[in-house]
Each structure stands twice: as C-alpha cells, then as structure tokens.
C-alpha cells in the first residue's frame, strides 16, 4: 500500500515557475513507477509526465516537453515536477500516480494508486 500527498500548487502569473513534490509513505517507493496527471475543469484527467522506478527513463506529454521536468528521489520517497513558462492553459489540478513496476506508465488506468491532487492555476 502506497498514500501519496501532492503539495506546490498555488497561483502564478504567466511565464512563471513552480515545483510540484509528491511525497509516498512505505519503505519500496523505488519500486514504483511515478506519473503526474492533470485535470482541468470539464476536462477528462491528462498524463503529463511520467518517471521510471530508477529515474533514468521519463515521458513527456508534448503539451509540457521542454518546460516540465520530473525527477524523484528515492531517499526521501518523493517525486517532484518542475514547471516552467506556464501557461494559462496549464491551469489544472494535478495528480501523482503510483504503480508497483519498473517501467515509466503512461496511462491512468494502469496505476494503483493516487494522491488527491494540488491545485495550479495560471494567470495570464
């Protein structure tokens, strides 16, 4: 079992930066594969980025490729996304996922397990 808690979010202008962390409970995180998502108001939930157990492979939408950067550290059981020139359409919640293998996963329907989401709204 795996409980997830997303933190960062906030309110930025555009063009601006902000770092998402996910923080995992139990002692195998370096045993699951990581992914953020993102969902917008009366929008479906969107993968954004995605990390592999190890962090040497990652998965970029091309939404976000070139401005998002994830990265995890295993000794302190958290994932992060650096995110920069935002953009108002970046304006979502957004979600970190889990899921017990090595691979980077780039669908929703394949994690087990997901943290209740930080909000990130983008001003213009």
């Known amino acids: 079992q795996v409980q997830l808690v997303e933190s960062g979010g906030g309110l930025v202008q555009a063009g601006g930066s902000l770092r998402l962390s996910c923080a995992a409970s139990?002692?195998?995180?370096?045993?699951?594969?990581m992914g953020w998502f993102r969902q917008a108001p009366g929008k479906e939930r969107e993968f954004v980025a995605a990390?592999?157990?190890?962090?040497?492979?990652?998965y970029y939408a091309d939404s976000v490729k070139g401005r998002f950067t994830i990265s995890r550290d295993n000794a302190k059981n958290t994932m992060y996304l650096q995110m920069n020139s935002l953009k108002p359409e970046d304006t979502a919640v957004y979600y970190c996922?889990?899921?017990?293998?090595?691979?980077?996963?780039?669908?929703?329907?394949?994690?087990?397990?997901w943290g209740q989401g930080t909000q990130v709204t983008v001003s213009s």
């Open positions: 996922a889990a899921k017990n293998t090595y691979a980077v996963v780039i669908t929703a329907i394949e994690y087990n397990y």
């Open positions: 990390i592999s157990w190890s962090g040497d492979s990652n």
């Open positions: 139990g002692r195998t995180f370096s045993s699951y594969a």
